[in-house]
């Protein structure tokens, strides 16, 4: 079993940065792929960005790529989703979510869900 906890989340002006966190415990950390997904009201959840279990490679939705970046860091057992150049598009709750087999942009490859963190962009 493991447990993600969100936080970072707030309100923040366009063109404006928010840096999320999802601190994770249980099993061993470094096993899992790592993602974050969003989910706007009235629309389905969606990919934001993954990354594998070493670190070593990072994958993005278009919608975001070049201003959102993910990192992790397994030695404390911490994701980050570093966000700048914010939109009100952006406006979502964030979720970040653990995968055994591997991450990829499907929410159904993740075992493991946060409660979520509410990011809020105004125009």
């Known amino acids: 079993q493991v447990q993600l906890v969100e936080s970072g989340g707030g309100l923040v002006q366009a063109g404006g940065s928010l840096r999320l966190s999802c601190a994770a415990s249980g099993r061993t950390f470094s096993r899992y792929a790592m993602g974050w997904f969003r989910q706007a009201p009235g629309k389905a959840r969606e990919f934001v960005a993954s990354?594998?279990?070493?670190?070593?490679?990072?994958y993005y939705a278009d919608s975001v790529k070049g201003r959102f970046t993910i990192s992790r860091d397994n030695a404390k057992n911490t994701v980050y989703l570093q966000m700048n150049s914010l939109k009100f598009e952006d406006t979502a709750v964030y979720y970040c979510a653990a995968a055994a087999r591997g991450g990829s942009s499907n929410y159904w490859d993740y075992d493991y869900w946060g409660q979520g963190t509410q990011v809020t962009v105004s125009s």
């Open positions: 990354i594998t279990r070493s670190g070593g490679s990072t």
